[in-house]
Structure formats: structure tokens, C-alpha cells
């Protein structure tokens, strides 16, 4: 995985913007991610996930927004049982009660899928708004974790990347 990541690091002296919230000397390109080195992930963090949710399995991946990759939909290929279709992928945006989405995801255990999650502030929005929706959480997912520390539910990532800096809010 280092290698894999290594190859996407970009290093600044000067901090650049990496969130609406955050700032890095560290970015981390996953748009230069080969087909090959996604799957690669997606094996790794499949394998994580099973581990970390047993004995429960994710029947729904809630896309979270932002991301370039199709890690989500990796994911639901990497994650369906052998000779079943690839889990469910629900983009977050989707989730609208006007839809009937909303109403689909009641009583289902699902996981959160994000390109990379740095502060977790959408982590923890997306979490709260789907278990208020009576969904079970059993994980986050990512590719790179550039969170903090420990959120509600466990974080399953490819890579821990280098943390980020939080900017003070402007009234």
C-alpha cells in the first residue's frame, strides 16, 4: 500500500487548501490511482471491513460526495458474497425522503464510503442523518484516512495519510 501511495503524495511548503475546512503541506492525488491500484485497495479494505463488522454483513454503501474514484463501487463488488450481485450503492445526495431512498435504507446495516476523510465533519453528518433513518452504521471506509482519531464506528482506510489542520471558522 505505502508504494501505491507514495506514487499519488504530493509534498507543498507552503499549506494548501484540502477541504472546505482544513489545510496540508500533504495531498494526496487519488484521481492518478490506476484501475489496478484501486482494485488493489479495494481487496485490502474489503478484507478489513469483514473483519472489523463480523459477524454482520453491509447489505447498502452510502456514497459519500466528493469522490473521483468509484472506491464505492469497488467496494460493493469486493464485498458481495461470491456468486451475488454487488451490494447496493446509495450516492449520499440520493438520500431524500421525497425519493422513497430514504425509506429503503430502515433497519439495513450499511457502511460510509469516501475517496479520503479528513476532518470527518461529512462522516459524522452523513452518520447522524442515516441512523436517524433507523440505519445501523457498522463502519466508515476510505481510501485514505486523514482523520484525527476515533469517530462513532471504526474507520477501515487503505492508507493512514498525513493529518490535516483544522482553519478557524470566519463569522
Not at 477541504?19 to 474489503?46: H, M, W
Not at 446495516?109 to 442515516?130: G, K, Y
Request: proline share 8%; charged share 25%.
Amino acid at each position: 500500500m505505502r508504494e501505491i501511495f507514495e506514487r499519488i503524495t504530493e509534498h507543498f511548503k507552503v499549506p494548501i487548501r484540502v477541504g472546505s475546512r482544513c489545510e496540508a503541506n500533504i495531498f494526496y492525488r487519488v484521481d492518478q490511482l490506476s484501475p489496478e491500484d484501486l482494485k488493489t485497495c479495494g481487496d485490502y479494505v474489503a478484507e478489513r471491513v469483514l473483519k472489523v463488522i463480523e459477524p454482520n454483513l453491509p447489505e447498502i454503501i452510502i456514497n459519500l460526495p466528493g469522490g473521483y474514484t468509484g472506491f464505492a463501487e469497488i467496494l460493493a463488488q469486493e464485498l458481495a458474497l461470491p456468486g451475488e450481485e454487488p451490494i447496493e450503492v446509495i450516492p449520499y445526495a440520493k438520500l431524500d425522503p421525497q425519493n422513497g431512498k430514504s425509506s429503503s435504507i430502515r433497519g439495513k446495516n450499511l457502511i460510509l464510503v469516501s475517496d479520503v476523510i479528513t476532518t470527518a465533519r461529512s462522516c459524522l453528518e452523513a452518520h447522524t442523518r442515516v441512523t436517524m433513518l433507523n440505519a445501523r452504521v457498522l463502519c466508515w471506509a476510505s481510501l485514505i484516512d486523514r482523520t484525527f482519531g476515533p469517530g462513532p464506528v471504526p474507520v477501515v482506510a487503505s492508507f493512514t495519510g498525513d493529518p490535516v489542520r483544522l482553519l478557524e471558522d470566519v463569522i
